[in-house]
């Protein structure tokens, strides 16, 4: 999956995607698919291009409210620093537009599923039952024997959807962390991933530290934007 242009470079430009597509067929998932520069420069006999499916805008309201839930529920259990400072910021100064920026984060509808964990449980199970019917993905899945999928960004939201569908159909997922301050600055990340590359090693241990991953399950690969 490759959402922007920054992942492109960073992924398909190295040697390890020319090793990948030497051994195996790729699938490439962009809304870069209609240039028909990044089309000429990698696509090829055993590479696919095509774009992301589009997602109803209910959906997409749906994730937006799940994921800011689940972000403030778990920001105060794992009491991250970052998001305390925005949280306090926010309430002292509502009308600073610079501020506005992170207020989706702390909004009336994620507070309220808060406090009602029950609610927030059924949203998450009907979003889920929703991903997992897309045709898009299960089409894919039917015409190839898919053996990984591999996140860019997976902060993005046509990735998080893309990760809810690869782990429930049992296909190994790795996500590549694409900045050093993503694990304490985003919003949660609903999935779980078999592997997650990360830039250094105080990275991976957030990643361990927040989302109770095992530390062989996290790769320190230095900075792709730097390679």
């Known amino acids: 999956s490759i959402p922007y242009g920054m992942s492109a470079r960073n992924l398909l430009r190295s040697e390890a995607y020319r090793t990948i597509t030497s051994e195996a067929f790729v699938t490439i998932l962009t809304p870069l698919h209609t240039d028909p520069e990044f089309v000429q420069e990698f696509k090829g006999q055993d590479v696919d291009i095509s774009g992301y499916p589009k ?19 778990w920001s105060r259990e794992k009491s991250i620093k970052t998001f305390e400072i925005y949280e306090g910021t926010l309430r002292a100064r509502k009308a600073d537009n610079v501020i506005k920026t992170y207020a989706g984060v702390f909004s009336p509808y994620s507070r309220m599923l808060c ?13 889920f039952r929703q991903v997992i019917r897309s045709d898009f993905y299960n089409a894919i899945l ?6 990984l999928v591999v996140l860019s960004h997976p902060y993005v939201s046509d990735e998080r959807i893309l990760a809810m569908w ?7 997922t790795t996500a590549i962390i694409h900045s050093w301050d993503n694990p304490t600055t985003k919003h949660k ?10 830039w250094n090693e ?15 399950q996290i790769h320190v690969t230095g900075i792709p934007q730097c390679d």
């Not at 690869?166 to 190994?172: D, E, K, M, P, Q």
């Open 166 to 172: 690869a782990r429930h159909s049992g296909i190994r």
């Open 189 to 198: 990340l609903l999935s779980r991933f078999n592997d997650v590359m990360v």
């Open 115 to 127: 406090r009602f964990p029950g609610l927030l449980n059924l949203l998450k199970r009907e979003f």
């Open 142 to 147: 039917q015409n190839n024997l898919i053996d």
């Open 202 to 216: 105080l990275m991976k241990e957030q990643m361990i530290a927040l989302y109770d991953y095992c530390p062989e």
């Open 55 to 73: 997602t109803p805008l209910w959906l997409k309201g749906c994730l937006k409210i799940l994921q800011e839930a689940e972000t403030l529920k």
